[in-house]
């Protein structure tokens, strides 16, 4: 609990005056603008993802990047794209993720953009399957000042953790997450916020009271239990929990699965964050993963000059009108109502 109180405090740290009157702009432009049904936006956005790379050494069989499925390019993200967007961002930016798909710790400069962000005052933040987590990088991650780190931890045995992270090994996980946590004693560092996240499927529900154990045991600082977005779900899947607390898919009269919400037409995401791809394509969400929704190119235009753009304007006045219409809003619970 007293980690978890100086995470919050460490992110409210970053606030300044004009920060926080960006990020009230934001939020009334986005109540503005569901109340009138009309798009209407004044600020930047308080949190972003950026891609470091579309590369992953596992083949986890719902992510794009594990079944090399793009239809999109793989790469890494270049240094000068990266820097252009956080020197146009750092005076309004709040919170930025560094992931989209893909395994960050295989870009070869990753924690050089870590701190270069960190250094610009703003929270950071990034997701790995810790298998590059050796003694070196865990020590250059705590050295860059990354602020959070999420490390996937889907099973408590190897024989359950490969069902879904396949390619992986339970005992580099492990590894890595020791290796962080001890480099964090060593230079009497405070962050980043270790989170053990497990992603809650059938092969591995038993498993929920051991890995909330297992993080007590090494010592992170918090173990978060995460819902599985499935893509062919219509017709039910091996990975759909058997526990409903867990499941974001119900099974209907007629033997079929459907999601358990219901629509609404509002996205709180799409007045306050965005996702930048490695090539720079800026994206409406994190569920945007082929990046079929592109509504500018960051290498040739400002942000500002997107995020205000005519082509987000109209997504927006879309998504108001009929979210439903929108593919990448099909599978989504944000801004949605749970049927009672």
């Known amino acids: 609990m007293l980690f978890k109180i100086y995470d919050a405090f460490n992110l409210f740290s970053k606030l300044t005056f004009k920060k926080s009157l960006n990020a009230f702009q934001i939020l009334a432009s986005y109540w503005y ?4 049904k009309k798009p209407n936006l004044k600020g930047l956005p308080i949190s972003l993802a950026i891609e470091p790379t579309t590369s992953c050494n596992l083949r986890c069989p719902e992510c794009p990047s594990g079944l090399r499925s793009f239809t999109r390019p793989t790469g890494m993200l270049q240094e000068d794209l990266f820097k252009k967007v ?5 005076d309004t930016l709040i919170y930025l993720t560094f992931y ?6 295989l870009h070869p400069r990753f924690t050089e953009l870590v701190r270069y962000a960190t250094e610009r005052g703003i929270y950071t933040a990034t997701s790995t399957n810790a298998h590059f987590l050796n ?11 990354l602020d959070r780190l999420i490390i996937s931890i889907d099973g408590t045995t190897q024989e359950t953790y490969e069902a879904y992270r396949v390619g992986g090994k339970l005992s ?7 290796n962080i ?3 964090k004693k060593k230079l009497r560092s405070k962050t980043p916020y270790v989170i053990f996240q497990f992603l809650v499927v059938r092969p591995n529900e038993h498993q929920i009271n051991e890995v909330q154990q297992l993080g007590k045991e090494l010592g992170v600082d918090e173990v978060k239990l ?3 977005q499935i893509y062919d779900y219509e017709h039910g899947s091996p990975l759909i929990p058997t526990l409903p607390q867990y499941a974001r898919y119900q099974q209907t009269k007629d033997g079929k699965y459907v999601i358990k919400s219901s629509m609404a ?26 990046a079929h929704y592109q509504l500018g190119q960051v290498e040739h235009l400002s942000f500002k000059a997107i995020w205000q753009g005519a082509a987000y304007k109209n997504f927006r006045k879309m998504l108001l009108k009929s979210r439903s219409e929108i593919e990448i809003c099909k599978n989504c619970t944000e801004g949605t109502k749970v049927w009672a």
Not at 100 to 105: A, I, L, N, T
Not at 172 to 178: A, L, N, R
Not at 265 to 285: K, L
């Open 33 to 36: 603008s569901k109340m009138l």
């Open 86 to 90: 956080i020197d146009e961002l750092q």
């Open 100 to 105: 989209f798909q893909g395994e960050p710790y």
């Open 135 to 145: 003694e070196e990088n865990a020590k250059k991650t705590i050295l860059s000042g």
């Open 172 to 178: 580099k996980v492990i590894e890595g997450t020791k």
């Open 181 to 183: 946590i001890a480099w």
């Open 226 to 228: 995460k819902t599985a």
């Open 265 to 290: 037409n509002s996205c709180w995401r799409m007045w306050h964050s965005c996702v930048i791809t490695w090539n720079g394509a800026v994206v409406p969400c994190c569920f945007d993963k082929d």
